[in-house]
């Protein structure tokens, strides 16, 4: 059973900066594509950032400049380091782990940007 626990969330201002830690469980953590997804209210979840156990990385266009994902595979963490940050950066944040066809979950944190 994997679990993973997202840390780091809070209320910034525009511009700031945040860094999201997610703890995973288990013994997959090394081989597995690790992510952040968002959802703001009213919306629809969204891809924020990918990143394979190879170390490439996918972002979502909104992000791109602003965020970085990177991982520590001693620690089993994955990070999203967030800055200029902007009030559409909103949302409640997942973490996300995918091995082979299983596809796991955080609980999500809040991010809020105030303007």
């Known amino acids: 059973q994997v679990q993973l626990v997202e840390s780091g969330g809070g209320l910034v201002q525009a511009g700031g900066a945040l860094r999201l830690s997610c703890a995973a469980s288990g013994n997959i953590f090394s081989s597995s594509t690790m992510g952040w997804y968002r959802q703001a209210p009213g919306k629809e979840r969204e891809l924020v950032a990918t990143m394979t156990s190879g170390g490439s990385t996918n972002y979502a266009d909104s992000v791109k400049g602003r965020f970085t994902i990177s991982r520590d595979n001693a620690k089993n963490t994955v990070y999203l380091q967030m800055s200029s940050l902007k009030s559409e950066d909103t949302a409640v944040y997942y973490c996300?782990?995918?091995?082979?066809?299983?596809?796991?979950w955080g609980q999500g944190t809040q991010v809020t940007v105030s303007s």
């Open positions: 996300t782990a995918r091995y082979y066809y299983s596809h796991y």
